[in-house]
C-alpha cells in the first residue's frame, strides 16, 4: 500500500469518526441544556494536559483535543471520565445534572445513542434515493464462481454456481458469505453440469471465511481488459485496453481469476502471454513485477448484469429504516458468534482503528464514505447501549435502577463502577488495537 493510500484510508477515517463523534456528543448536549444544565466542556478528541484548539461561549468550553480517540462533553454534577471528586464533594446545585429528575437525566444519557441510530437511519436513506442499490444478482453470475484453495478444500469447483446457503435460497451474489458466516450454515446447494447436489460445510470453515475477508468466491469473468491505467506496470509492458488474454506461456486463458492465479505464480519470472487485440494476434513479454501489473483487468458490469433499483424519496425512507436496522441486527449476531460459537475466534475477528480505517477505500468515493459512515453510526449506538460503567449504557442501568427502587446508588459506588469501567475499556482498546498491530508484524516479517 502505498503512502498516498494510507494518507486516503486515514484521512476518511479521521473524518468520519469526527462526525459521528461531534453528533453523539451533541445528542447529550441539547437535551442538556434543553434540562437547563451546565455543560463545561464539549470536545472532539480527548485533551489530557493540553488541547490544540480552544474557545469558551457562555458556561461551555468548546475544542478539539490532541487524541483522536473520541470525544466527550463534561456536564457539571456528573460522574464520567473526567472523575472530578472536588465538584461532586460540594452541595448540589440547581444546574448540575445530580440535581434534575430521574426521566431528564435518562434522556440526556441515551440522547448520543439516540442520534447515531437517527444518523445511521439518515444517512442509508439518503443514499438509497442519491444512488439507489446497486448489487449482483446471482442468477447474473452466468458464468460460475472462480474458487480459490479454501472453497476448493470443501468441494467447490471452478463454474459451480451456488444455489442456496443452507435452505435460504440466495438473491444477491455478494451476500453469500455474510449467509455462511451469520447463520452457521452447514451446507451448500450448488448447480454443476446441469446437476444440483449439497457441498457439506466442515467445521473450522466459517473461521476461515472470516480470515479471508469473505473472499473465498468470485464471480467468474472473462479476461478481457477494460481498464489498463497509463502509469500502471501493466501498460508499460504492452497491455492495451481491449485486449483479451488467450495464453500465458503454453497455457490457454479462459477466465480473468486462470490469468491471475499465473501471474501470482510467475512473480519474478518472464512471461508471454498472448493477446487478442481487435483482429489480431499480439505477444506481450515481460517480467512479472512483484506487486503484479498495477490494476488491469475486466470490467464486471460490462460482462454481468449488474441490477440498480431506485427508489424515490418517500421509497427511501422505509428502505433507509430497514438497512438501519438489518445492519444492527447483523452486527449483533456477529457479536454473538464471537462469544458462542466454536469456530469464530476474538483473536481474528476484532481489530482497532487500523482494522476500521483498512474498511475504507484507498481512493477517496463518497458512496463508500457514507456507507461505512452510516454502518459506524449504528456500532456506535450499539456498543455505548451497552451496560458497561463508563459507557451511556452504564449509566442507563443506574438511573433504571434508581426509578425503580425511588434512590440513588452511593456516589462512592459510582465513582468505582466508573473506574472499573474505564479500565476495562481502555482494556479492550489496548487489546484490539495490539491485534491490529500484530497483524501488520506478522504480514511484513
Known amino acids: ?73 463534561k456536564i457539571s454534577g456528573m460522574i464520567d471520565e473526567s472523575m472530578d471528586k472536588e465538584q461532586m464533594s460540594k452541595p448540589a446545585q440547581p444546574w448540575e445534572f445530580r440535581s434534575k429528575p430521574a ?48 472453497a476448493q478444500s470443501i468441494g467447490l469447483r471452478d463454474g459451480d454456481k451456488i444455489v442456496a446457503v443452507g435452505s435460504k435460497s440466495i438473491d444477491n451474489f455478494d451476500a453469500i458469505p455474510g449467509e455462511i458466516i451469520l447463520g452457521e450454515a452447514k451446507s451448500l446447494r450448488i448447480e454443476r453440469d446441469g446437476q444440483q447436489m449439497d457441498v457439506a460445510i466442515p467445521k473450522g470453515f466459517v473461521n476461515a471465511v472470516i480470515k479471508r475477508k469473505g473472499m473465498f468466491v468470485g464471480a467468474r469473468i472473462l479476461p478481457i481488459l477494460d481498464t489498463v491505467p497509463l502509469k500502471s506496470e501493466g501498460y508499460k509492458v504492452g497491455f492495451r485496453k481491449g485486449d483479451r488474454i488467450l495464453a500465458v506461456n503454453d497455457s490457454l486463458i479462459s477466465y480473468n481469476h486462470e490469468f491471475i492465479r499465473t501471474v501470482r505464480k510467475d512473480t519474478g519470472k518472464i512471461i508471454t502471454v498472448r493477446v487478442l487485440r481487435g483482429v489480431d494476434t499480439v505477444v506481450v513479454t515481460a517480467k512479472v513485477p512483484g506487486k503484479g501489473f498495477g490494476g488491469i483487468g475486466p470490467d464486471p458490469g460490462k460482462q454481468l448484469e449488474i441490477a440498480t433499483k431506485h427508489y424515490t424519496f418517500a421509497q427511501a425512507i422505509p428502505a433507509g429504516f430497514n438497512r438501519a436496522i438489518s445492519t444492527l441486527v447483523k452486527y449483533v449476531q456477529q457479536l454473538r458468534l464471537i462469544f458462542v460459537s466454536e469456530e469464530v475466534k476474538a483473536s481474528e475477528s476484532l481489530g482497532g482503528f487500523m482494522s476500521i480505517g483498512n474498511l475504507f477505500p484507498s481512493v477517496w468515493d463518497w458512496q463508500s464514505f457514507w456507507t461505512l ?73
Open 103 to 150: 426521566w431528564q437525566r435518562l434522556i440526556i444519557m441515551i440522547g448520543g445513542v439516540t442520534v447515531n441510530l437517527i444518523l445511521g437511519f439518515f444517512i442509508y436513506t439518503m443514499i438509497l434515493w442519491h444512488y439507489g442499490e446497486e448489487y449482483l444478482p446471482n442468477q447474473s453470475v452466468k458464468y460460475g464462481i472462480s474458487t480459490d484453495s479454501l
Open 373 to 445: 459512515t452510516a454502518l459506524l453510526s449504528i456500532i456506535l449506538a450499539f456498543m455505548n447501549i451497552l451496560p458497561i460503567p463508563a459507557l451511556d449504557g452504564g449509566h442507563v442501568v443506574f438511573l433504571v435502577y434508581e426509578m425503580i427502587a425511588g434512590r440513588k446508588p452511593s456516589e462512592k459506588f459510582m465513582e468505582y463502577a466508573q473506574i472499573a469501567g474505564m479500565v476495562i475499556l481502555f482494556g479492550l482498546l489496548l487489546y484490539a488495537n495490539g491485534l491490529d498491530v500484530w497483524r501488520w508484524i506478522t504480514a511484513k516479517f
Open 1 to 73: 500500500m502505498t503512502t498516498q493510500e494510507i494518507l486516503v484510508k486515514a484521512g476518511q477515517l479521521i473524518l468520519s469518526l469526527s462526525i459521528l463523534v461531534v453528533l453523539h456528543e451533541l445528542g447529550h448536549f441539547i437535551p442538556a441544556k434543553l434540562f437547563k444544565t451546565k455543560v463545561e466542556k464539549f470536545y472532539l478528541f480527548f485533551d489530557p494536559w493540553f488541547s490544540l484548539f480552544k474557545f469558551k461561549k457562555g458556561d461551555t468550553e468548546y475544542g478539539v483535543g490532541w487524541l483522536p480517540l473520541g470525544g466527550y462533553v
